[in-house]
């Protein structure tokens, strides 16, 4: 009986800490399940962000570099496929500053080169219109390019009026087989000079020309055109004739 009476006062005191011991079960279990939430919930923000910053600095780049900033570098720590997303996107704009930068140097370079290139033009066409030689150039087709002032002096005509018309044109009326033969020797034999005496009327007055009618052509040696260099003959032969004469009468 005292037995039974021991163990049934044990039974009754271990009965009355049933309730605390289950409350501190729940408050354990409690604080496991609020720390895995916890957990969960930062893991998922952590996660969330390694995707969603360099994503967001991306399309802050990409809205850069369509506005011309091509100095924009994404600084984001990464090792999955962001990564690789984003090293591609700093290579691009590395290489669209580089591309951006040999753009400006051959710009530069082609407008200095355009500048020496006008300044030649300006200077042969001083040289041109400077000497005493008629010149007048002609294209691939046939067409006058340019004429000199000795030339518009020597034919007695206005360059804007012969200016990408045929060379025959100049010819017209007076040479026309002249004119055939410049054509069949230079766009069909491809021959590269011809020199010829010809006699003109200008403005009614007779007029005897030396020209000199020569190839011109390419570094690849494609002809691009011809030029006719010509000298007034007429008062040279003048003072021939004369002295001549002159021989003649003293001759006599």
């Known amino acids: 009986l005292a037995s039974i009476s021991k163990g049934f006062e044990e039974y009754q005191q271990t009965k009355m800490l049933k309730q605390p011991v289950q409350f501190t079960y729940y408050i354990i279990l409690t604080v496991v399940a609020l720390l895995v939430v916890f957990c969960a919930i930062w893991?998922?923000?952590y996660l969330s962000k390694s995707i969603t910053i360099p994503i967001m600095e991306l399309a802050e780049g990409t809205r850069r570099v369509a506005g011309g900033?091509?100095?924009?570098?994404?600084n984001v720590v990464a090792d999955d496929e962001i990564k690789t997303l984003v090293d591609s996107f700093n290579k691009m704009t590395r290489d669209l500053r580089f591309s951006r930068k040999e753009l400006e140097l051959s710009a530069?370079?082609?407008f200095?080169?355009?500048i020496e290139i006008d300044e030649r033009r300006?200077?042969?066409e001083i040289?041109?219109?400077n000497v005493s030689t008629g010149v007048v150039s002609l294209d691939a087709r046939g067409l006058v390019a340019t004429t000199n002032r000795s030339a518009e002096k020597m034919l007695g005509i206005d360059a804007s009026s012969i200016t990408?018309?045929?060379y025959k044109h100049i010819?017209?009326?007076?040479?026309d087989d002249l004119a055939d033969e410049i054509y069949d020797r230079f766009w069909n034999k491809r021959e590269e000079s011809l020199s010829r005496s010809v006699n003109m009327t200008i403005a009614g007055v007779p007029k005897s020309f030396n020209i000199n009618f020569n190839s011109l052509k390419d570094d690849a040696g494609r002809q691009i055109g011809m030029v006719m260099v010509f000298d007034d003959m007429t008062e040279l032969e003048k003072a021939e004739d004369i002295e001549i004469l002159r021989f003649i009468e003293l001759d006599k």
Do not use: A, C, P
């Open 43 to 45: 893991f998922g923000m």
């Open 69 to 74: 900033d091509l100095t924009y570098n994404i």
């Open 108 to 110: 530069r370079e082609l």
């Open 112 to 114: 200095e080169k355009n």
């Open 122 to 124: 300006r200077y042969m």
């Open 127 to 129: 040289v041109l219109n």
């Open 164 to 166: 990408k018309k045929s």
């Open 171 to 175: 010819l017209k009326n007076q040479h």
